[in-house]
């Protein structure tokens, strides 16, 4: 079967695969940083997908511009995820662990259906924007032009939460928090106001995946529960609580639900569950867990 499959086939699908694995990896990096800064399962994160995508459909379809799209559904999805921490989720710390974990799947139900409320059920479609339709030829591989593009703004996301989270001030204090928030309090950080920065940015970066991914799928009520289920396969395969893992996992189930695609089309959803099983099975914390993220 794989000797059936020319080079420019083979390199053209691990393109696909590279730009969808970049769309998981922005999802299963923000569902890290919440798990690794305030050890809350968050049943809700592609909740907060599904609001970024819809977020970019209500601002196109306003300003037409498809970048004040993308800002507005960071913005405003990250700025509703600091309600909802300040809220719903701070009252909860320190009580029975299940208790977030039940908010989250509450809310990863009711949005939903309130969002079917006010936009109905049909999906709605976002166009490529201008500047990114087309494709760019290199040799006989042809690349499609958006794609490339979220290859190359995910890389660039990626690298500023890394100056951020390696150079700032800040971002030491949140990675020194995610590792051990005991002893970053004992030290007199206000530890809480990090874990609401936190949930800010790991929404934030839910809501950007969802953002870049709405003029491939189009925006519907029901499209988080498919991006939670990617973003917790993705966290569990990279390691929970590791950002290094969400990257490494991410690009690997791109590619290989992308690679599946092509043989066995309708297996493609089963082979990211199949890749989570074998690797739990060799290395149960996942690839960059730690021991006591189990």
Excluded at 115 to 135: E, H, N, R, S
Excluded at 169 to 196: E, F, H, K
């Amino acid at each position: 079967m794989f000797s059936d499959i020319n080079w420019t086939v083979f390199f053209m699908q691990l393109f696909f695969g590279l730009a969808l694995g970049s769309i998981f990896v922005l999802l299963a990096s923000g569902l890290s940083i919440i798990y690794g800064l305030l050890d809350v399962v968050n049943f809700a994160h592609g909740t907060f997908a599904m609001l970024g995508a819809y977020a970019v459909f209500v601002a196109v379809s306003l300003s037409g511009s498809f970048a004040v799209g993308i800002a507005s559904a960071v913005v405003i999805v990250a700025l509703l995820g600091v309600a909802i921490e300040l809220f719903l989720l701070k009252p909860l710390y320190g009580k029975d662990p299940l208790l977030p974990l039940l908010l989250t799947f509450g809310l990863s139900i009711a949005v939903p259906d309130l969002v079917k409320i006010v936009f109905g059920l049909t999906g709605k479609p976002v166009d490529y924007p201008a500047a990114l339709g087309g494709a760019t030829i290199v040799g006989p591989v042809i690349l499609s032009n958006y794609r490339l593009f979220i290859i190359v703004f995910t890389l660039a996301i990626l690298i500023s939460l890394w100056l951020f989270l390696k150079k700032s001030d800040l971002g030491m204090i949140i990675r020194a928090a995610t590792r051990d928030s005991l002893m970053v309090q004992i030290l007199g950080t206000n530890t809480s106001g990090i874990w609401t920065i936190g949930f800010a940015i790991g929404t934030g970066l839910a809501a950007l995946a969802g953002a870049i991914a709405v003029p491939m799928l189009a925006a519907t009520p029901d499209m988080g529960v498919e991006m939670t289920m990617v973003a917790f396969v993705v966290t569990v395969v990279g390691g929970l609580g590791s950002l290094g893992g969400a990257i490494v996992g991410g690009l690997l189930i791109g590619v290989i639900v992308a690679f599946t695609s092509l043989i066995a089309g309708e297996y493609s959803s089963v082979a990211m569950y199949f890749c989570m099983a074998v690797i739990l099975l060799i290395r149960p914390r996942g690839l960059f867990g730690e021991s006591g993220r189990e």
